[in-house]
């Protein structure tokens, strides 16, 4: 006897927030007559914090790794197979009541401006300039800009966006820091046309962000690193930091 056992909620994308009533209902198809001992409904949050190698404990993946579960069973006879049925949803923070006004940023890359640079003077001469549209964004919305190559005196190879979430968490002994790449985009190949504004164009990934974060032991916090590849395999980055809210 075929037996199929469901959880729908009434939200198409499972979203909820504080203080919010998660409904839905349980669905069992079955042809036949069918004999149980009852139907249960648990809800489960599930935190997993994972040590970093770091002497400081650090989580890893925090926003991935906060789940909540709703979870169905149906007990049935000693010779029956009991169903169960699992369906995970979201539970996002009150979104924040004030406005956020974007303030554009303007970027200039030169080798006089990188950071971390041991022989300068073995740099090629490139100028790229460019702007973000904020660095305070709305999380449900795309981080947008534009960066032009002025001027290069070795070929591009691409230019790429790359999405990093930084988590720091201390204690008596001190603080440690993770950063983790949560998402990479190429928004150039080859070598671009000099003075052509190329966009930048950034979801934010549902999944592996949130708003930014600040506590007294731990934060959360994200950036963008623009990243120029050039063909001598030279790497050119600009970093921003950059803060998520939910308005």
Do not use: W
């Not at 401006?113 to 549209?133: A, C, M, V, W, Y």
């Not at 660095?135 to 947008?144: E, G, K, R």
């Not at 000099?194 to 962000?209: A, D, E």
């Amino acid at each position: 006897m075929s037996v199929t056992l469901d959880i729908r909620l009434k939200r198409a994308n499972k979203i909820y927030h504080e203080g919010e009533t998660v409904a839905g209902v349980i669905v069992l198809v079955c042809k036949e007559p069918l004999q149980h001992h009852g139907i249960s409904l648990n809800m489960e949050g599930l935190v997993n914090l994972q040590l970093s190698s770091k002497s400081v404990g650090v989580f890893e993946a925090f926003y991935n790794s906060v789940k909540y579960t709703l979870r169905c069973d149906m007990k049935r006879s000693l010779l029956a197979k009991d169903l169960s049925r699992n369906c995970e949803f979201i539970v996002h923070c009150q979104p924040q009541k004030a406005k956020v006004i974007p303030t554009p940023v303007n970027f200039t890359i030169t080798p006089g401006t990188l950071q971390n640079t041991r022989e300068r003077s073995l740099l090629p001469k490139f100028l790229i300039r460019g702007h973000l549209d904020a660095t305070s964004c709305v999380i449900s919305q795309p981080l947008t800009g534009e960066v032009v190559v002025e001027n290069s005196d070795v070929p591009i190879k691409s230019i790429e966006l790359q999405l990093v979430r930084v988590e720091t968490c201390g204690c008596a002994e001190g603080y440690a820091r993770d950063a983790t790449e949560i998402q990479n985009i190429q928004i150039a190949e080859g070598d671009v046309c000099h003075g052509l504004s190329i966009p930048i164009y950034m979801v934010f990934p549902r999944l592996f962000t949130c708003p930014t974060l600040e506590t007294t032991n731990f934060k959360v916090e994200f950036e963008v690193n623009i990243v120029v590849v050039l063909h001598d395999d030279h790497l050119i980055t600009e970093n921003f930091p950059l803060k998520l809210c939910r308005v």
